[in-house]
T-cell receptor, first 115, second 113 residues
Framework: RKEVEQDPGPFNVPEGATVAFNCTYSNSASQSFFWYRQDCRKEPKLLMSVYSSGNEDGRFTAQLNRASQYISLLIRDSKLSDSATYLCVVKSSSNYGGSQGNLIFGKGTKLSVKP | NAGVMQNPRHLVRRRGQEARLRCSPMKGHSHVYWYRQLPEEGLKFMVYLQKENIIDESGMPKERFSAEFPKEGPSILRIQQVVRGDSAAYFC???????????FGSGTRLTVV
């Protein structure tokens, strides 16, 4: 089982739509969770951290379910500028597969917002 | 306050040559990480360094690859005798500590011809 798994997409949605991405992780000892955004041929940029209580930043809402080892990202009122690849990222607290607390990236879910 | 600076942005090497990728972390950041992203793939961890120390190199290929972060100057990722399969985007990231997310540089795109 991969450490972080995401549906690769692509998700093709019209402007104004609501879209949700899901992610599962395999290491129950993971302690920190993030969503990054990566535009084509650019570096990943931190979108938001994910907390157990859930958190919201404008049109973006992130949720964490530790029992199911599941993370989600909801984007409301999609904009053309939201088109990108969204990376689910997990940081383990201990030595797991050699990661020793480093960030582990999913392959990403590609979003394309159309006019 | 400059972000993470990587150079060169693009690097072309012939098979068998050496590639040197440089990364200057953000001011105040002493933790540096190198990741590799193959075309259409996710980012894969390679190595984690603090000043003058390699903390975790579990993601580094056993041969031809090395990394350093000297007391003065940028972190260097060195690939000897490059092969076509080394063609990828190499991203460096830095952080002030181990508890938060990282800030990434713009990456170096290595092409081996």
């Amino acid at each position: 089982r991969k450490e972080v798994e995401q549906d690769p997409g692509p998700f093709n949605v019209p402007e104004g739509a609501t879209v949700a991405f899901n992610c599962t992780y395999s290491n129950s000892a993971s302690q920190s969770f993030f969503w990054y955004r990566q535009d084509c041929r650019k570096e990943p940029k931190l979108l938001m951290s994910v907390y157990s209580s859930g958190n919201e930043d404008g049109r973006f809402t992130a949720q964490l379910n530790r029992a199911s080892q599941y993370i989600s990202l909801l984007i409301r009122d999609s904009k053309l500028s939201d088109s990108a690849t969204y990376l689910c990222v997990v940081k383990s607290s201990s030595n797991y597969g050699g990661s020793q607390g480093n960030l582990i990236f999913g392959k990403g879910t590609k979003l394309s917002v159309k006019p | 306050n400059a972000g993470v600076m990587q150079n060169p942005r693009h690097l072309v090497r012939r098979r068998g040559q050496e590639a040197r990728l440089r990364c200057s972390p953000m001011k105040g950041h002493s933790h540096v990480y190198w990741y590799r992203q193959l075309p259409e793939e996710g980012l894969k961890f390679m190595v984690y360094l603090q000043k003058e120390n390699i903390i975790d190199e579990s993601g580094m290929p056993k041969e031809r690859f090395s990394a350093e972060f000297p007391k003065e100057g940028p972190s260097i990722l060195r690939i000897q005798q490059v092969v076509r399969g080394d063609s990828a985007a190499y991203f460096c990231a830095s952080s002030p500590d181990r508890t938060n997310g990282y800030t990434f540089g713009s990456g170096t795109r290595l092409t081996v011809v």
